[in-house]
């Protein structure tokens, strides 16, 4: 997939403008506080409906005003297509191809993927966040996920709510229990079924940039222990012998002990845990590998190659690293957009970036 341009209003602390990508290196330039992240915010708020650095839209408005727009032109293998994002005051909107949408079927149809410094949340901030992350990337990239994910959450609500109110004996909770658990045991397998895909890749990229000697391993830890190659009714038999141990607690506790909203994704590096025991550089390159096996997973589910935004290259990397990580890209059909404070050594569209203007 390829970017062809984007336009924007009121969007931070941008001129409202619109821009041409390359379909290769596209490098922003400037100095801090310009407005060089927000240009990628801006695409990924296009491509996603979200942005990648808060969850309140309100904030991503230029100040003084009460809504932005934006719109983009983008091509996947099989035509041209666009986006559209308004905010207005509360409310949002998601066009596709100029006719207004739901988010569900917004979502997905660009894929991008980022890599800004406030990823390394995914290593040192709480499971949720780890959850969140992975839910989305898995949206992203296999069919059907993300109809699971909502089923999901909507069943263990009104689950909680059961038990909330003290209504954990009834017949009616029977009927939400089970398909809660059956609910579960499909997140339960897409996660691991992906993460297991996702860790070979992750393993191989790592030591392809960054260091040859390493073994990287993505692991999920479930509240059903360890799980290796079980099918999705040996899951889900696991689940419920699990419930069968906590149903009582859980009636006196009044909220769900169990499910896959309690599971955590581990980085293993050389065996230990990246959260206590990696450097800074390293956590930066476990990350950047992530990033780039979502790539490949992208590729592979979908046949289509995501748009890459990587934020602030030079404080991320040392010379070494930022050589490896552009010759990389040098040799593949990948859309990417990089911010930097001070010139790369790559043939790119630059772009000079100057109190939110862009030239
Ligand atoms: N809603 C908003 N309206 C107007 N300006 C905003 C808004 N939100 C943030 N800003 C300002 O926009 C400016 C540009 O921010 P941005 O993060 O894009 O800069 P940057 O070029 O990436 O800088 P750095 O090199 O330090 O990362 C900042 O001065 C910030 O205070
Ligand atoms: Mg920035």
């Known amino acids: ?185 499909k997140i339960l397998y897409r996660r691991l079924d992906y993460v297991k895909k996702l860790s070979i890749l992750l393993s191989l990229n790592y030591r392809k940039l960054f260091d040859s000697e390493s073994e990287l391993i993505l692991k999920y830890k479930s509240f059903i222990g360890d799980l290796r190659k079980e099918s999705e009714s040996e899951i889900l038999a696991k689940i419920e012998e699990k419930y069968q141990k906590v149903r009582s607690r859980e009636k006196r506790y009044g909220y769900s002990l169990i499910g896959p909203q309690r599971d955590d994704f581990i980085f293993l590096l050389r065996g230990k845990d990246t959260r206590s025991y990696s450097s800074q550089g390293e956590k930066k390159s476990v990350i950047f590998a992530l990033k780039l096996s979502e790539i490949d997973m992208i590729i592979r589910e979908r046949r289509e190659t995501p748009v890459f935004l990587i934020d602030d290259i030079s404080s991320y990397f040392d010379s070494i690293r930022k050589d490896s990580i552009i010759k990389y890209f040098e040799k593949r059909e990948i859309q990417v957009f990089i911010t930097s404070t001070s010139e790369l050594s790559i043939s790119s569209k630059n772009f000079y970036v100057d109190e939110g203007e862009v030239k």
């Open 1 to 185: 997939m390829h970017i062809l341009d984007i336009n924007y209003l009121n969007f931070r602390n941008l001129k409202d403008s619109k821009l041409s990508f390359d379909k290769k290196f596209n490098l922003f330039l400037g100095k801090n506080g310009q407005g060089k992240t927000s240009i990628l915010e801006a695409i990924y708020f296009t491509a996603t409906g979200k942005s990648f650095r808060t969850k309140k839209q309100e904030e991503v408005i230029s100040h003084g005003k009460s809504a932005l727009g934006t719109f983009l032109n983008f091509e996947d293998r099989i035509s041209d297509k666009n986006l559209s994002v308004r905010v207005e005051e509360k409310s949002k909107s998601y066009l596709y191809n100029k006719k207004k949408v739901r988010y569900d079927e917004f979502f997905g149809k660009l894929n991008v993927i980022s890599f800004i410094p406030e990823d390394i949340e995914l290593i040192m901030g709480a499971p949720s966040i780890r959850r969140s992350f992975f839910d989305y990337e898995i949206s992203q990239a296999s069919y059907g996920y993300y109809e699971d994910l909502k089923r999901f959450s909507k069943i263990l609500k009104v689950r909680n709510k059961c038990l909330k109110e003290g209504k954990g004996d009834t017949p009616v909770f029977e009927i939400y229990n089970k398909e809660f658990l059956t609910s579960s045991a």
